[in-house]
């Protein structure tokens, strides 16, 4: 479940009496260390504070390891993950997963259930039609029958046996919405169960940061969805994670229209009247899924999604160039920028 967020806000440590303080002071030894890798088909940064240099890469050489790890795990693209088992072998018999995976479709069951459908990994049945480098759609017909196969309520998670069976001929399921931020968590716990208390976590869009960045926060723009060099906002930030999904990201224009990655489930079609959602909550796991979900809702439906959650807020960028806050925001708004 989502819980209250004790997350900082904009630069501000928000603690349970509604008064802040100052984060505590690190011992001054020590130097920050930092790397970036292409792993998970996205671009991954580490940066952190360490005493020496040997603890520092130590640190980034574990957080490296794990996204491998999850990538091994939960990529469609290699034929002996768990995830391609579970998609070759799921409409046939009830497949046994791991403790891991299993709590993952758990949750993504309830992300689905929260935001009616808007967020459902079962959508891959549409989505693998699409290929965005050979700009390539799939037909109103092809659409039609791949919207067949998707439906989270089809979902069969046994909680005795601990495995999945797909109710449906056809479906399938991508963690291309949940994973990043998972891996976001994981690493961060890794780091903090090594004693790190500064750090930045990044894969792609989704975000985590540990403490401030000794003395000030740590800053993270939002990107304007039409310039690639551009920033609408900048957040300053601690203990927080944040995500960011835009239509910017992996798309090609057909007859006008920008066919994008983010994928209506209910429609199999990218939707049009946003163009990004940035989510800030106390996990990395909340934070993308409900960047994909309010992207697929839109502005109304998910802000009024967004206000129902404590310890949620959210930036959205509407196809107008328009920026909405949450009220958790409305008293301490990111600096923007033109």
Known sequence: MIGTAKATRFGMRVYGNGRSRPA??????????????????????????????????????????????????MSPHKADSELSRINRDAASKAVPLS??????VERSIEFSNLSAGAFDITYASVGQLYDYRAGVAPSDDEIAVARQSIGYRQLQLDPRERSLRFGREGMRIDLGGFAKGHVVDTSTAILKSRGIRHAFVSAGGDSRVIGDRRGRPWTIGIRDPRREDGVVAVLPLEDVAISTSGDYERFFEKNGVRCHHL???????????????????????????????????????????????????AVVIDAAGQLHYSTGLQGARPQTRQ
Do not use: C, N
Request: aromatic letters at 4%.
């Open 263 to 313: 994928i209506d489930p209910r429609t199999g079609r990218s939707p049009a009247s946003v163009h990004s959602v940035t989510i800030l909550a106390e996990d990395g796991l909340t934070t993308e899924a409900l960047s994909k979900s309010v992207f697929v809702l839109g502005v109304t439906q998910g802000m009024q999604l967004v206000e129902s959650l404590p310890g949620v807020d």
């Open 99 to 104: 403790d891991e995976m299993y709590r993952l």
């Open 24 to 73: 505590a002071a690190s011992p001054a030894h020590g130097d920050w260390f930092s790397r970036e890798e292409a792993i998970m088909g996205t671009a991954i940064k580490v940066e952190l504070w360490a005493a020496d240099r040997e603890e520092g890469e130590s640190a980034i050489d574990a957080v490296m390891a794990e996204m491998h790890r999850i990538d091994a795990a």
